[in-house]
């Protein structure tokens, strides 16, 4: 009778049931799919938490001190954005050869704070406006504004320019194919935001235009 009963448990060994009516192999199964669950998730976190430190110590660099062993040198002295003057060819232009102007084209020299060309990162703002004719001479009339464009920062790099004149951005302004009759003097300003600093520097033109 006893040599019965342990062959009996014996051979139901491999039916025991832990944990209710979970199988042993179904739920050493379950353990490992949550385990892999939450490594997946563990790596996830820990490679964005790499991207964001490697982010904030990219910031971080842009305001570090002068090192000790760079002597002579004042923070003052590193080139920063700060002015925009136009070439001399900057101006109306005509592309359709119909005798109207129909473009405005902008050659831009970024300029840091010694006037010295610098390169900017960052995106940038071009608007015409013109002062209509005001009915009561004692009213100052206020600028209306004829045309806008805005340049990505995609754009805005790939308008930079470099040759044997020199290095610029080249940005343009296409003009209503109507326009009012007293748009024939138009002030033309460039807004230009730096990426690294956030500081938008502005500048404007004076031009006549042929209608």
Known sequence: ??????????????NIRV?????????????R???????AEVDKLEKNLAARVAEIDE????????PKSVEGV????????????????SGP??????GKDDTVRLYCDTLDQKGRLIPVAGSALLEATYLPVSPDADIKAKPVTLARRAYTPTE???????????SHYTLELTLPTEMPEAATKLTVSVAITDASTGKTTTASIDMNVKR
């Open 74 to 89: 004042r923070p003052d002295d590193l080139p920063r954005f700060a002015s925009i003057t136009f070439g001399r060819y």
């Open 1 to 14: 009778m006893t040599m019965v009963l342990l062959i009996s448990v014996i051979g139901c060994k491999s």
């Open 156 to 166: 805005f790099s790939d308008a930079y320019r470099s040759g044997m004149t020199g």
């Open 33 to 39: 799919e949550k385990n892999f669950q939450l490594q």
């Open 19 to 31: 944990g209710g009516y979970t199988p042993v192999d179904k739920q050493l199964d379950d353990l």
């Open 59 to 66: 910031l971080k660099a842009r305001n570090l001190p002068l």
């Open 93 to 98: 232009i005509d592309t359709h050869n119909d």
